[in-house]
T-cell receptor, first 111, second 113 residues
Framework: EDKVVQSPLSLVVHEGDTVTLNCSYE??????LLWYKQEKKAPTFLFML????IEKKSGRLSSILDKKELFSILNITATQTGDSAVYLC???????????FGAGTRLFVKA | DTGVSQNPRHKITKRGQNVTFRCDPI?????LYWYRQTLGQGPEFLTY????????KSRLLSDRFSAERPKGSFSTLEIQRTEQGDSAMYLC???????????FGSGTRLTVV
């Protein structure tokens, strides 16, 4: 059965810390891996990764995919309180059908 | 275009009642998805439409659940004879061919009392 596993489930850090969130997956017909940020409402898109070893960056956030070892990491440097959220990892299957989500990592950044 | 729109935002219903939710996707998106999310969990896939055709349904979607997308534009999700276990956030998302990732709506939070 397809699955996406995220770790840790929750994390508490202080402002300025760097965090690494992990995502491993077992999904047939892999198409892409996506990271979303979810605050109070709907998930908002962060990154889409399709190729191994190519880092995607957006400000203080970066992510990389390893398709051989079937995992991805999301790094956040110099964390801010506004980074507090649930970070969801998801794998999109080919054919445009369902995307399988992990349970998320709940990040809390203390001022 | 203001993105994916879902109505209502909140719904409280008594057990046994029927409820219907609506989703209006981004206009040029031909794919529409319904997900359910409970506290502390990631979204769980319910069903997927490409245009008006419902191409996949999850095992989670019991006989009490039905979804339609009659003209390939908006979609409705109906839950009949609601149970307390149906309480969740129901998320709609849309995308288009050749694009990766979804755009999510703000969701409909259902509480069954």
């Amino acid at each position: 059965e397809d699955k996406v596993v995220q770790s840790p489930l929750s994390l508490v850090v202080h402002e300025g810390d760097t965090v690494t969130l992990n995502c491993s997956y077992e999904v047939t017909n892999f198409r892409s891996l996506l990271w979303y940020k979810q605050e109070k409402k709907a998930p908002t898109f962060l990154f889409m990764l399709t190729s191994s070893g190519i880092e995607k960056k957006s400000g203080r956030l970066s992510s990389i995919l390893d398709k051989k070892e079937l995992f991805s990491i999301l790094n956040i440097t110099a964390t801010q309180t506004g980074d507090s959220a649930v970070y969801l990892c998801a794998v999109e299957r080919g054919g445009g059908f369902k995307t399988i989500f992990g349970a998320g990592t709940r990040l809390f950044v203390k001022a | 275009d203001t993105g994916v729109s879902q109505n209502p935002r909140h719904k409280i219903t008594k057990r046994g009642q029927n409820v219907t939710f609506r989703c209006d996707p981004i206009s040029e998106h031909n794919r529409l998805y319904w997900y359910r999310q409970t506290l502390g969990q990631g979204p769980e896939f319910l069903t997927y439409f490409q245009n008006e055709a419902q191409l996949e349904k999850s095992r989670l979607l019991s006989d009490r659940f039905s979804a339609e997308r009659p003209k390939g534009s908006f979609s409705t999700l109906e839950i009949q004879r609601t149970e307390q276990g149906d309480s969740a956030m129901y998320l709609c998302a849309s995308s288009s061919d050749g694009h990766y990732g979804y755009t999510f709506g703000s969701g409909t939070r259902l509480t069954v009392v």
